[in-house]
């Protein structure tokens, strides 16, 4: 089984917008390869557990990349209004070139600088898509999440973790190096973001250390869902929430 280099966080972290950058314009069509990646999104937005059609809500989704975890809270939630934040300027330009209500707004930050972007809450929701592992420091990360949901509001993490299976690890590392790293290179001609993705999975909490995160964030109710597919035991949401 190929092992992955040292992975240090905090250096290729800030290096991962840039990586976005240069493959936004083909990313869309690398994960609709994947079979349940907009299902699952949509099922994590679903775990929110809000109320109807969202009327009256405001809701987060950081971490939006082309907007297509966006469009899993706009197709679950249609009449909330939705702020969606990422820190690659080309991501965010496939993503609004898409068609979307008026009650959708883009901003380009890192999640750790939304404030200084003028995003502020409280949100009644929070989705953050495969973004906790990108970020250099994932407590620091959460807590920010934390501090702009409402009280007992809602935080959904839908994220890899394999750190805790070798089974996982060993399906992840195979689907990889079979499939995700040289469909990458035939798609843009260039896998280093590929690589990247398979390295920071195997580097990143397992979901016992993930769930003690939020827990340790002050969040309450804090619980696990599965996925289905190949991606069961890979992909998980993660919910939580901040207290009354």
């Known amino acids: 089984m190929a092992r992955p280099r040292s992975f240090d966080r905090a250096r290729e972290a800030a290096e991962v917008p840039s990586a976005f950058d240069q493959d936004a314009t083909s990313y869309d069509r690398l994960v609709g390869a994947n079979p349940g ?10 775990r929110l ?16 990349g082309t907007g297509l975890s966006t469009r899993a809270l706009l197709e679950t939630y249609p009449e909330a209004e939705i702020v969606a934040a990422d820190a690659s300027a080309e991501m965010l330009a496939q993503a609004r070139a898409k068609a979307w209500p008026s009650t959708v707004r883009f901003v380009h930050s ?5 404030a200084a972007a003028g995003v502020e809450g409280p949100f009644d929701g929070v989705l953050a898509a495969y973004l906790l592992r990108n970020l250099p420091d994932v407590d620091a990360g959460v807590a920010d999440l934390r501090d702009l949901l409402a009280p007992g509001a809602p935080l959904a993490v839908h994220e890899y973790s394999v750190a805790d299976s070798r089974v996982a690890q060993a399906v992840w590392t195979a689907v990889c190096w079979a ?3 040289p469909l990458g290179w035939r798609v843009t001609g260039d896998a ?6 398979w390295r ?11 769930t003690a995160r939020l827990r340790e964030a002050g969040l309450e109710q804090v619980r696990v869902e599965p996925m289905d597919g190949w991606q069961r035991g890979i992909v998980h949401t ?5 207290p009354r």
């Open 37 to 46: 990646y907009f299902d699952h999104l949509k099922r994590s937005a679903g």
């Open 49 to 64: 557990g809000l109320p109807g059609r969202g009327a009256g809500l405001r809701l987060l989704d950081v971490g939006c």
């Open 110 to 114: 890192r999640a750790e600088e939304l």
């Open 179 to 181: 499939i995700v790293i």
């Open 192 to 197: 280093s973001l590929y690589r990247y993705l």
């Open 200 to 210: 920071s999975v195997l580097a990143f909490d397992g979901i016992g250390r993930l």
């Open 238 to 242: 993660v919910v939580g929430r901040r």
